[in-house]
Nanobody, 124 residues
Framework: QVQLVESGGGLVQAGGSLRLSCAASGGTFSNYAMGWFRQAPGKEREFVAAIIWSGGRTNYADSVKGRFTISRDNAKNTVYLQMNSLKPEDTAVYYC?????????????????WGQGTQVTVSS
């Protein structure tokens, strides 16, 4: 059973930056594609970014392209989300997820394991 634990969320002013981390345990991290999703109050969970096992391919939602960067360190079993130029509309609970088939697609049903989430709040 894979366990995922997010950290790094918090309160930041618009235009600021945060880096989220997601530490994985209990599985072969280097085999999985990893994704970040977010969910704002009253809205559905939405895709943010994904990265395949090698880090050689990434995928971003249009709303975060050019501002967010996903990366991974397989030696540390950790995936990161660097978030720059944050906007109030980025406010949400951010979740990391693992895709055991390694595809790194953008749908929630592609992912098998989920973390508990970390809150990101961007003030205007």
């Amino acid at each position: 059973q894979v366990q995922l634990v997010e950290s790094g969320g918090g309160l930041v002013q618009a235009g600021g930056s945060l880096r989220l981390s997601c530490a994985a345990s209990g599985g072969t991290f280097s085999n999985y594609a990893m994704g970040w999703f977010r969910q704002a109050p009253g809205k559905e969970r939405e895709f943010v970014a994904a990265i395949i096992w090698s880090g050689g391919r990434t995928n971003y939602a249009d709303s975060v392209k050019g501002r967010f960067t996903i990366s991974r360190d397989n030696a540390k079993n950790t995936v990161y989300l660097q978030m720059n130029s944050l906007k109030p509309e980025d406010t949400a609970v951010y979740y990391c997820a693992a895709d055991r088939y390694g595809l790194g697609y953008s749908r929630t049903y592609n992912y098998d394991y989920w973390g508990q989430g970390t809150q990101v709040t961007v003030s205007s």
